[in-house]
């Protein structure tokens, strides 16, 4: 299988890359990692008539923790995120995620900022964004932007973006204190894409939860907030109990699709598995 002719350009600039989409845009593609558009380009699923290559630029790598956020660089790649002693201690939901993405190989080269703008609903780094409300930077020739998550996945393989923006940095808040989490996806094999999946966080006070994140992934064409289940579980012990209730909840109250993977019935169970298992581990329940 070859791709389908194309010019390339490599930019040593982030205005370099920024001119071109500019210049191009919904003609042009960004190549980042590459783990994701090269088989769609050996495929021809992908058809553009000009590649970006944003390797070449520099000052998108670098992983730093920022007013309560960890910043990654577009460029960071997955092994590094995974391999971090800074995310593994401020933001372990996210580390624990990333572990699951792929086989050792697609994490060596796949790319943060790629893995997000190409915005597969299964994805891993998806999920734990809209669960722990991250955000992205986007920028082009006309300045830069902050989208939030919530507001950034629009669709299956879409986003938020302009043709001519570049997604330069994703911000991750760091996990609050005294928070706990838990991270859990259901896959056909090591390395598939998740059939479902979910990222929870739960906070107490008093023997009460005081707050709550339950992110889905899976079910629709983005990854969403249980809101109803997220509400049912505030001011609850977060015990057994309230935690099969929430995900009950949580599976009954999103949008969930069937496909050649599943039935919309197959997939809504998965749901409630791993939203309860995740729960399970954020409330330290062992059965």
């Known amino acids: 299988m070859k791709p ?49 290559d944003i390797n070449g630029i520099p000052g998108l790598d670098a992983i730093a923790e920022r007013d309560g956020e960890l910043s990654f660089g577009a460029l960071v790649r997955h092994t590094d995120a995974e391999r971090s002693a800074l995310v593994a201690r401020r933001c372990p939901p996210l580390a624990k995620a990333i572990g699951h993405i792929g086989h050792r190989t697609i994490r060596n080269r796949g790319t943060i900022g790629g893995s997000i703008a190409h915005a597969d609903p299964a994805a891993e780094l998806p999920l734990v964004m809209v669960a722990l409300g991250g955000r992205v930077n986007a920028a082009s020739v006309r300045g830069e932007r902050w989208i939030a998550a919530s507001d950034f996945f629009t669709g299956y393989l879409a986003t938020a973006l302009e043709p001519d923006e570049l997604l330069v940095e994703a911000r991750f808040p760091v996990l609050a204190s005294g928070a706990t989490w838990g991270f859990q996806e259901y896959s056909r094999r090591s390395g598939d894409f998740a059939l479902a999946a979910a990222c929870v966080t739960l906070s107490r006070a008093g023997g ?71 729960l399970w581990t954020a409330a330290g329940l062992t059965s």
């Open 4 to 52: 389908p002719p194309f010019a390339y350009a490599a930019p040593g600039t982030r205005a370099e890359a920024l001119a071109l989409l500019a210049r191009h845009g919904y003609d042009a593609k960004v190549l980042a990692g590459g783990q994701s558009l090269v088989p769609a380009l050996n495929f021809r699923l992908a058809r553009p008539p000009v590649l970006v």
């Open 208 to 278: 009460k939860v005081t707050a709550c994140s339950i992110g889905v992934a899976g079910g629709g064409p983005v990854p969403v907030r249980a809101s109803a289940a997220e509400r049912a579980l505030i001011g609850t012990d977060g015990g057994s109990g309230a935690c099969l209730a929430a995900a009950s909840s949580a599976a009954s109250g999103i949008e969930i699709d069937g496909d050649i993977h599943g039935s919309a019935a197959y997939r809504r169970s998965l749901v409630e598995t791993v939203v309860r298992r995740a």
